[in-house]
């Protein structure tokens, strides 16, 4: 299973999507995915547990989940009690703004959140209060679509986003709940991915790392993370060849070579299975 590059329905001057209180249960949940869109997920009521990057959160009501773009992450709900949640998707040009003299921008609790590797916020009774209103705002304005609407959309939209950056700022929000379910090796295993994925590992290597056996290990990494572990290598590989195309002039051969591919044309093939485009469309494109 490979992470599914999720696309959404919207205009193309306005980069924006809602999934409103949508229930997600294990039949109709996607595999692990990942886009260039910034998301926020909201939990409503449910329970269930949520993998970003490399750890795996517990799911409650009142969970907020900052997910910057080109996170792999996955839902995993609860069979019994399945989540219901609100999912917010918009592209980070959405909310550029000038600085007007000051160190904020709407993407902060973002930038955390990708430094921190904590992408969860247990809010308090005040902000989900407040984080409710703003969707259901948002959600109304979407639906009636009034003159002006989507004005009203954005402005709700930086209002969400100016309330999560100064509770978050102001360190209001309870601990994480990350709950790691599953062997203390697989924790190991993740970690030394995200630090080593650009190096020769695979399937062998790791599952001797981790004293199991490869059977054993491939089954238990697909159980928690929806993936075999080719694929989400390849995905940590491409979510990092997307930031050289974007942040550096390194040509293609050079940056495929430093994400860990042993040939060119295996780089082109897999980039653009994941990314949807070839790694020169994704550079001029940006």
Known sequence: MRPVRKTFESLPDFPFSLAFRDTKTPQN???????????????HSGKGSFFIDRTIYD?????????????????????????????????????????????????QCFDQSRKQHLFQMSCSAALQMRIESLLNQIE???RSQQLGYRHAVLLNTQRLLLEINRDRNNGKQHKSRAAFKGPNWMKDILLY??????????????????SVSPAHFSRVFKQLTGMNVTKFINAKRIVHAKELL???????????????FESLPHFHQVFKRIAGVTPHQFRTQA
């Open 193 to 210: 991915i995200d630090n080593h994925f650009t190096e020769d590992i695979g399937l062998g290597s790791l599952s001797f790392m981790a």
């Open 140 to 142: 109304a304005e979407l």
């Open 29 to 43: 949940e996607l595999p692990d995915h990942l886009h260039d869109w910034y998301e926020l997920v909201y939990v």
């Open 246 to 260: 974007l942040e550096t002039e390194e040509n293609v051969g050079t940056i495929s070579a430093a994400c860990g």
């Open 59 to 107: 799911m409650r009501v009142g969970d907020l989940f900052i997910i910057p773009g080109n996170t792999i992450h996955r839902a995993l709900p609860d069979k019994e009690d399945p989540v219901t949640s609100t999912a917010l998707f918009m592209s980070p040009l959405l909310v550029e703004q000038p600085s007007f003299g000051e160190a904020f921008t709407y993407l």
